[in-house]
Structure formats: structure tokens, C-alpha cells
């Protein structure tokens, strides 16, 4: 008996030093899986956008080695702007100037999208003009409960004039 039970006793052992093997094999396979997939998902970015487009730093937009020029943004924010770039795909730089009151905007911009970019600030300046001629919903109620009030407040000396007419013009009456 004491045969058989070492039999089954290594059997098991035996199974459970393959069972390891066959789990670290498995391991590393996934892992070189994983490195070779992590690469190839590196080369394939780089080969489809070899520099950053659209918003960068100022500090990217100089390493791209294209010459850069710059404008500063008529009043306004510069979320506008940003939306306006993105339809046109320029590749730019914002900078705020805290320095001066109201802050100001300096777009930063490669010197090839100079054409681009002229249309680009006319587009911004026509949504700016028509944020300006908007007015806000607030705005036009306090304006028109102003209208209201002054009307009700000419309308209310009105009637009172007229009573102390009719009231003069009694006394005038009875006292002849």
C-alpha cells in the first residue's frame, strides 16, 4: 500500500510543478504580448501625428522649427477664438498678459497660416459683434420693468394733476 500512496502522492506533485510551469509560461507569453502591443500602438501615433496639432505651448510651437509670428486678440476671451482655430486646424499659442487691465490675448501661430489666420479673426470678430449686439434675457426684463415703472409712476402724476384741476376748478365754481 505504502507503494501506491507514493505513486499518487508524486503523481500529484508532479501536477502541480506542471500546473506552475504552464502558469509562468503563460505569464511571460502575455507580458511580451502586452510590451509588443504597447509598442506597436507607439510607432502607429507617431506615424499618424508626428507633432501636436491645434492648441500648444509656446514652447512646442517653437520646437516644431517653423518660424512663428503673433497677434493679439481684439477684446473678447479666447474660448471663441479656440473654437474658430479648430474648425480650421491652425496650430497655435495662447498667451494671457495680466499686466494690463482688462487682460489681453496673444495667439502665437506657425508663419505659413498667416492667410488662415486673417480669416479665422475676421470670423472671430463677427461672433464677437454679435455676442455684443445680443442682449441677455435679464438685461431685457430689467430694462422693459423699468420702461413699466416709469410709465406707471408719469401715469399715477397724471391722474393726480388732473385731480387737483378738477378740485381748483370746483372751488373756482362754487366760489362765485
Not at 489681453?104 to 501661430?109: A, L, T
Not at 489666420?117 to 430694462?143: C, F, G, M, W
Amino acid at each position: 500500500m505504502s507503494g501506491l500512496q507514493e505513486e499518487v502522492e508524486n503523481r500529484t506533485v508532479n501536477l502541480a510543478v506542471s500546473t506552475t510551469k504552464l502558469t509562468a509560461r503563460t505569464l511571460v507569453r502575455a507580458f511580451r504580448w502586452y510590451l509588443m502591443h504597447r509598442n506597436q500602438k507607439r510607432i502607429r501615433k507617431q506615424m499618424q501625428h508626428p507633432y501636436e496639432e491645434g492648441k500648444q505651448t509656446v514652447g512646442d510651437l517653437m520646437k516644431s522649427g517653423v518660424s512663428t509670428d503673433k497677434i493679439e486678440l481684439p477684446d473678447g476671451s479666447a474660448k471663441d477664438f479656440c473654437k474658430i482655430a479648430k474648425k480650421y486646424g491652425v496650430d497655435y499659442a495662447i498667451r494671457k498678459d495680466k499686466t494690463q487691465d482688462p487682460p489681453r490675448y496673444i495667439v502665437f501661430f506657425k508663419a505659413k497660416d498667416t492667410e488662415v489666420l486673417d480669416q479665422i479673426v475676421k470670423d472671430y470678430q463677427s461672433v464677437t459683434d454679435k455676442k455684443n449686439e445680443k442682449q441677455s434675457a435679464r438685461e431685457q426684463l430689467k430694462q422693459e420693468k423699468a420702461a413699466a415703472r416709469a410709465e406707471a409712476k408719469e401715469a399715477k402724476e397724471k391722474a393726480k394733476s388732473e385731480k387737483k384741476h378738477k378740485k381748483k376748478r370746483k372751488e373756482r365754481t362754487e366760489g362765485r
